[in-house]
DNA sequence: CTACCTTTGTGAAGAATTTCACAAGCGACC
DNA sequence: GGTCGCTTGTGAAATTCTTCACAAAGGTAG
């Protein structure tokens, strides 16, 4: 996040950004912001904040985003057709290097730069290509499987748009996202308003 | 995410499912799970665990599901198709009354069941259809201007796509999901595994 | 009815996170 | 060079969250 913001700063030519300014962009404090920042390192100078360019760097440095990872995007729906067109996608070094789906009629149709690839080339391609980081864009049914699959071939992160849970062995990262549940989330918050 | 699981269990008729269980396919230990829900109420028996009916009606009822959302999806792209098309949204009651876009090219299509109209009549709607929440699922550009306009319109609750922060007034929730931070996390758990 | 097995609900302990508050450092200005 | 205003970095305090551990049931079998 900090990241995020820290990037428009620099375009806009600023050069240093105080915890304060920080943490207003963000939503969030002034001391939180310089604990966080803190773990990783001493960045700022007192008395006049934090060097935003040399900032965004380290940061992008700790991130690991200094190199371009190699992603799959498993399941040719439309969620993995949002996050392909995602230009900050690439721009942030994830290079898309396979789409695969198991549906006769997707296979092989183009999808924006690439052609949807068969399930069944999967494990062979995550190898072939080194990619180490897997999209799960596909139903809940049959998640874990493909999951099992792709850990097998390499991945070593997932992240996971199927609403279900998934179980990963410990060297394997994964995040979860369920839109439904954010939503839930927001119903909850609007039905219990009055009380909180 | 425990409504997810005992309506799984409900459908498979199971009559009962104690904290261990509910652990398990959540991915929680089970004290968390029993504090997590003794939060709300007693549900449990001793000795038997929950009753998994009971239950899945209760947890409806506390996240307010008992009855329909009107949601408006503004931004007729991929995230937003992605969400309408995604069954267990209606099945939920979350009830898509309109689809809205800018661009004059989408504007007047055809989208799922409903058709895409311009921004333009987005508040008079937002009113005349007593629309909740919003999804918002625009670039990051102008998305403040468009989270006024509807928040003042009557919206009291927003899931926010655009990658950018939101502020909203205290009468209002948010909920933000940012893909590419969630790939970046990946990132940076890749980078650092080691150390860790 | 009693003994025993199981599982909840929950105070208390422990761990993690956030906030506070202030000394220390930096730059600017006279 | 000294003073002053500002902002970081960070221990300590406060708060929040998670885990532990066990008494209080509920059920069952004899």
């Given at each position: ?5 820290l ?20 939503g ?12 990783f ?6 008395g006049?904040?934090?060097?935003v ?9 700790i ?10 995007i ?16 690439l ?22 730069e ?12 995550v ?42 062995p410990?060297?394997v990262?994964l ?22």
């Amino acid at each position: 996040m900090y990241l995020r913001y820290l990037e428009d700063l620099d375009t806009n030519g600023q050069q240093t950004a105080s915890s304060d300014e920080l943490a207003q962009l963000c939503g969030t404090t002034p001391a939180q912001v310089r604990k966080d920042l803190s773990f990783f390192g001493s960045f700022g100078k007192r008395g006049l904040g934090y060097p935003v360019h040399e900032l965004t760097d380290q940061l992008r440095g700790i991130l690991g985003l200094g190199h371009e990872w190699r992603v799959v995007i498993i399941g040719a729906g439309k969620i993995g057709a949002a996050l392909a067109n995602y230009r900050g996608f690439l721009q942030r070094g994830f290079r898309v290097v396979g789409v695969y789906d198991n549906s006769p009629e997707k296979i092989g149709q183009p999808w924006g730069e690439a052609i949807v690839r068969s399930m069944s080339d999967l494990a062979r391609d995550v190898k072939q290509e080194d990619a180490l980081i897997a999209v799960l864009a596909i139903p809940a049914e049959g998640a874990q499987d493909v999951v099992d699959m792709v850990v097998d071939a390499g991945i070593r992160a997932i992240l996971n748009f199927a609403p279900t849970q998934i179980a990963v062995p410990p060297h394997v990262s994964l995040k979860s996202v369920n839109m439904a549940m954010e939503l839930e989330g927001l119903s909850f918050a609007l039905t219990n308003k009055g009380a909180a």
